[in-house]
């Protein structure tokens, strides 16, 4: 079955810096990447997604990458806030199952 | 947003007994439901995958006959932990797409203390 690895499992950064937080997948039937952060307490939330047929996708101070022959993508913020601190997961969806990564916990520094 | 809906948040139950977690999708039919379970400050761990009108695929490791799963309309899945001991305390969350290959909606997560 699919496995997603995630890297680094903690980041911290200062306000106003930018964030980059790095998945692997397996399988390469995989076609839809979505990212998803939770607060503490929280159910997750989807907060960007990507298909394998796009190689970037952008959302005001939120990127997403994809390099299909590597089986990476990437998730980038952007002049991080404190409210941005939580955990955000990757995943890797094929046509039967959604996988998450490990999860990052971000802190934002103010 | 869609609305994924979960129920109970918290339970408490005794070793040895039943517990029933419903998900329900409010405002869509979802043919396809997952459950995970998250520990303390872990990943979501793939659980099963339900499937309205046909078996849940569990995933390895995952005893089906401890967690029984049912699909039996497009929105409602029901996971019953059963014969729960200490250990099978955790954080149970589901979650529904709309579609496959899109965002997959979140109920709010059940807290399962089993004393």
């Known amino acids: 079955g699919e496995n997603v690895e995630q890297h680094p499992s903690t980041l911290s950064v200062q306000e106003g810096d930018s964030a980059v937080i790095k998945c692997t997948y397996s399988d390469s039937a995989s076609n839809y990447f979505p990212w998803y952060k939770q607060e503490l307490g929280k159910r997750p939330q989807l907060i960007i997604d990507?298909?394998?047929?796009?190689g970037e996708k952008k959302d005001q101070r939120i990127a997403v990458t994809l390099n299909k022959t590597a089986k990476h993508f990437s998730l980038h913020i952007t002049e991080t806030q404190p409210e941005d601190s939580a955990v955000y997961f990757c995943a890797a969806t094929t046509n039967n199952d959604m996988r998450f990564g490990a999860g990052t916990r971000l802190t934002v520094k103010p | 947003g869609a609305v994924v809906s979960q129920h109970p948040s918290r339970v408490i139950c005794k070793s040895g007994t039943s517990v029933k977690i419903e998900c329900r999708s409010l405002?869509?039919?979802?043919?396809?439901m997952f459950w995970y379970r998250q520990f303390p400050k872990q990943s979501l761990m793939l659980m099963a995958t339900s499937n309205e009108g046909s078996k849940a695929t569990y995933e390895q490791g995952v005893e089906k006959d401890k967690f029984l799963i049912n699909h039996a309309s497009l929105t409602l899945s029901t996971l019953t932990v059963t014969s729960a001991h200490p250990e099978d305390s955790s954080f149970y969350i589901c979650?529904?797409?709309?579609?496959?290959?899109?965002?997959?909606?979140f109920g709010q997560g059940t807290r399962l203390t089993v004393v």
């Open positions: 979650s529904a797409p709309k579609t496959l290959e899109a965002e997959a909606f």
């Open positions: 405002d869509f039919q979802a043919t396809t």
């Open positions: 990507i298909r394998s047929n796009v």
